[in-house]
């Protein structure tokens, strides 16, 4: 009995610590956003935006992120994996790993002014970082892949190449 009331009690403490998550920062992109993404071998593709800010004398990445209203079946519903997998640096160094805190849009032209979702870093803003823009990176990465029984099929893969949505 003990021992089941223990581990309820574990459970509980457990779940109420994987329920927190750290504040949403949402904040409007500035007047010149970094643009960034990739196309997919089978057409279509990703457009990220991103801009960097001061917040409490540390370093805020903004952005959002657009996928190509016109693309394979192959790739439907894997652009959310495939800029999770991406990253930004200011500087020559990476200061956001992963960037599923930003917000899907539609397509367009120009995302200044967008409602972006906001990663607060542990880099301490500088002198001077309001002169400098952010650096995308997306990996190459294999998004779909086929092999029937004979050693061949299909494979499709995302390649950064610039902004890749349309708009």
């Known amino acids: 009995m003990i021992r089941h009331v223990a581990f309820t009690a574990l459970a509980t403490l457990l779940a109420g610590c994987a329920a927190w998550t ?35 004398g540390r370093t805020l990445v903004c952005g959002v992120w657009a996928q190509s209203e016109a693309q394979s079946a192959l790739t439907k519903g894997k652009a959310r994996g495939v800029v999770a997998t991406g990253n930004v640096g200011v500087g020559g160094r990476t200061i956001v790993r992963g960037l599923s805190f930003m917000r899907e849009v539609p397509p367009m032209a120009d995302y200044a002014g967008q409602k972006a979702g906001c990663s607060l870093t542990d880099r301490a803003w500088q002198p001077g970082d309001e002169a400098r823009q952010a650096t995308i990176r997306i990996p190459r990465q294999v998004v779909f892949r086929e092999i029937d029984g004979l050693g061949s099929g299909l494979t499709v893969t995302f390649k950064q190449s610039g902004p890749g949505a349309g708009g």
């Open 22 to 56: 750290a504040p949403k920062i949402v904040a409007q992109l500035g007047s010149d956003p970094v643009l960034s993404g990739g196309v997919y071998s089978s057409g279509g593709g990703l457009t990220v935006a991103a801009d960097l800010r001061e917040y409490e």
